[in-house]
């Protein structure tokens, strides 16, 4: 397999990241100065010991990992665990084939086990039942992996040089997201954020990211904007050295979206006429995949409209119709 480091970048004296369609984080113990460029061959004189923030999407994201790993140490490294963001098969496929290759640990948070455990789960919830055959190939479906690790929020794991691992709650996109907050014994902080927020060329070309939870998204993303660090790494998009602005592009995208359903819901629509709205509106052709994440997400708006009482509905004929609350008070 042709390896190019190209898609490495180094942050800081313990951290780099793979850059692509998943950004992959590697964070470094016992031995920054393997991930120093340019190292001496005394430097380069023992094992490192290596964190992995996600895994990518198949088998051949694993293997890819696993040789730009060998690139970077060449004296040897020990890949101690992966930490999951999240359980989205995009960011878990790579999983099985690494635990197989080099017995690592998987960590994971409680509310994400299940679902890297028992991968049918992803397609399962987007579609809302037995998942049909072109929703289960490795896009949705990863092989599952047995979670060694409960992440616990309030925990702090020191490594043996100094550096420092914490976890943080992010939730809204998936069940039980969580963030890898990384302080560099020299003091430089990194957190690494999952689908908690979407770079810039992302949200502006998909504009309706998939959301589990559309109220814990928004205040996740202002959460976001209060953490401190020097480097903010979304799995989707550029790494940024200030993040207040792209989450008000993500908040922004929610709120558009917010919006364009309530004007939708002016007249009754059913969820599926909803879904031809919201696509037609955005200038979305609807295959299998967006068919399903966009139209799961738009469920979730409702469920999170209807909490804010600004909608309501329900069953006539055998449908389920979902109105804006503010005509009924036009009609009295």
């Excluded at 010991?49 to 696993?66: C, M, N, R, T």
């Excluded at 979670?147 to 069940?175: A, C, M, R, W």
């Excluded at 399903?292 to 997400?297: C, D, F, N, R």
């Amino acid at each position: 397999m042709a390896i190019s480091l190209e898609s490495v970048v180094h942050i800081s004296e313990t951290v780099d990241v793979i850059t692509g369609v998943t950004n992959i984080g590697i964070i470094c113990d016992k031995g920054s100065n393997f991930c120093k460029p340019n190292s001496t061959e005394t430097e380069k004189s023992s094992p490192v010991e290596i964190y992995l923030v996600d895994s990518g999407g198949d088998s051949d994201a694993g293997k890819k990992i696993y040789k730009i790993l060998e690139h970077l140490f060449p004296s040897g490294f020990v890949l101690k665990a992966i930490i999951s963001t999240h359980s989205n098969a995009d960011h878990i496929g790579g999983n099985k084939w690494l635990v197989n290759k080099t017995g690592c640990q998987i960590w994971a948070s409680l509310g994400e086990r299940g679902s890297m455990e028992f991968t049918l789960l992803e397609p399962t919830v987007i579609w809302g039942g037995y998942p049909f055959k072109e929703i289960t190939g490795k896009m949705y479906v990863a092989s599952s992996t047995s979670v060694d690790k409960i992440i616990n929020y309030e925990e702090t794991i020191i490594l043996s040089d100094g550096g420092k691992i914490q976890f943080v709650p992010l939730p809204g996109h998936y069940f039980d997201q969580t963030g890898i907050f990384y302080t560099s014994p020299q003091g430089i902080k990194s957190i690494f954020l999952g689908d908690s927020i979407f770079g810039r060329h992302v949200i502006k070309k998909y504009w309706i990211p998939f959301l589990f939870d559309v109220g814990s998204f928004k205040e996740t993303l202002n959460r976001i904007k209060d953490i401190p660090a020097q480097h903010y790494i979304p799995s989707h998009g550029n790494i940024e050295t200030e993040i207040s602005a792209i989450a008000e592009l993500n908040l922004l995208a929610i709120l558009e979206t917010e919006a364009s359903i309530l004007q939708a819901l002016k007249k009754p629509m059913t969820p599926e006429e909803l879904l031809k709205y919201i696509a037609d509106l955005n200038n979305i052709t609807l295959q299998d995949g967006q068919y399903v994440l966009i139209g799961s997400t738009l469920r979730s708006y409702l469920s999170y409209l209807q909490s804010q009482g600004k909608i309501h509905h329900w069953i006539k004929d055998n449908r389920m119709y979902w109105e804006c609350l503010s005509n009924i008070e036009t009609k009295l």
